[in-house]
């Protein structure tokens, strides 16, 4: 080699040793600094899994995320920590047999319902059941539950126990993101859309294999590792979420106060709604269902500056009333008009760290629900 290009080389090696030197002392510090804002609260980590089987996992062939029956899990944030257990059917709940001489009511949802930052015995649910004695199946879980897969949950599982009435928690904030394989972020999951095709019907399509999605959960275990030891992993992760969450909604429509499902909604992502409101009341064989929307705090302030009455509620009582055997029933004014009463912050009724439910906030869902369905009728229905 020539003298020349000996010394170029050698440059170009002492450039890329120094280059690597201060790429590894910037991730030692911003590692160092990570750790001080988690200490101080300013961002906030908790490690994952990395043995075991997940509490949450896409293990359901047709609709998904399910919890693994039997199991026990901590779920912790800043402010709390508690104890989820599933029963033999894999849901958050106590045993439930499938037949029962007594009236019982199935409830769906996502995480709200599920009861996600609320002790057992506390959710709205079980709140429900010690007031009217009624046995209310939580059927409710988190991990980015659609209404499709509320459907296809129901089918397979929940109709087959004894029950007299459905209670289905529409959450807008996220419902129609989920839907639409065209908006959600969490596009690399094993779970079900509806996609119109070109006759005008939909079909549903899984954006990955089954098996495929299995095996990289499993993989990802090995991974979690890597993640709960070093705090860079952790930041580049929470950055890689925040910024394909932000793409996605920039798809869609948004408030002042960001996206708010009560108004940043397309006539699509109301046709795929009621296409699986339609099948569930089909697959209830005739036991009424009630949809319940959830408004988040966010959605809750929006609607005290703007009267949100004539966008997503109204469009879904004229569903309503057009299709026998569904009622529908709006949670929103209920919490702003107890707010007003009782001189409650709106924050009062949700997690500070976390967003959902707070106990205050699934007691009053509760009280809503039993001012809005007379559930002790059932008792004389069943008697009679």
């Not at 509320?150 to 989920?178: C, G, K, M, Q, T």
């Amino acid at each position: 080699m020539r003298p020349r290009a000996v010394t170029i080389a050698r440059r170009a090696l002492a450039g890329l040793g120094t280059a690597c030197g201060v790429a590894l002392l910037s991730a030692a510090m911003l590692e160092a600094a990570l750790r001080v804002a988690q200490r101080l609260g300013v961002f906030s980590s908790h490690e994952r899994l990395a043995s075991g089987e997940p509490f949450y996992q896409d293990s359901n062939p047709r609709w998904g995320v399910w919890h693994p029956a039997n199991a026990r899990f901590v779920g912790k944030a800043d402010c709390f920590e508690h104890v989820y257990e599933s029963n033999s059917w894999g849901a958050r709940d106590r045993e439930r047999s499938l037949h029962s001489p007594a009236p019982r009511v199935v409830v769906l949802g996502d995480s709200l319902v599920e009861g996600v930052g609320t002790a057992f015995g506390r959710r709205m649910t079980d709140v429900l059941e010690a007031q009217t004695g009624i046995e209310h199946l939580n059927f409710g879980t988190a991990g980015g539950f659609s209404s499709l897969q509320e459907l296809f949950l129901y089918e397979d599982l929940a109709s087959r126990f004894d029950h007299d009435l459905v209670l289905l928690f529409h959450f807008p904030n996220n419902d129609f993101l989920e839907n639409d394989p065209d908006h959600w972020w969490g596009t690399d999951r094993y779970r079900p859309y509806l996609v119109r095709g070109s006759d005008g019907d939909f079909t549903v399509r899984y954006p990955v294999d089954f098996g495929e999605a299995r095996a990289r959960e499993r993989a990802q275990l090995w991974w979690n590792r890597w993640y709960n030891a070093f705090f860079v992993y952790r930041f580049a992760s929470w950055l890689e979420d925040q910024i394909t969450s932000r793409i996605a909604l920039s798809k869609v429509g948004t408030t002042e106060l960001g996206y708010v499902g009560y108004v940043n909604y397309t006539e699509l992502d109301l046709e795929r709604l009621f296409y699986s409101y339609r099948k569930l009341r089909d697959a209830a064989g005739g036991r009424r269902l009630v949809i319940f929307s959830i408004p988040r705090l966010s959605e809750l302030e929006y609607a005290r500056r703007h009267d949100v009455s004539g966008a997503l509620p109204k469009r879904l009582a004229e569903f309503a009333r057009g299709e026998p055997g569904i009622e529908y029933v709006d949670l929103l004014p209920g919490f702003l008009s107890d707010a007003q009463t009782t001189g409650h912050p709106l924050g009062d009724y949700f997690i500070p760290c976390d967003g959902h439910w707070s106990d205050l906030g699934n007691a009053l869902a509760a009280a809503i629900v039993l001012q809005s369905v007379d559930l002790r009728s059932l008792v004389a229905r069943r008697r009679g």
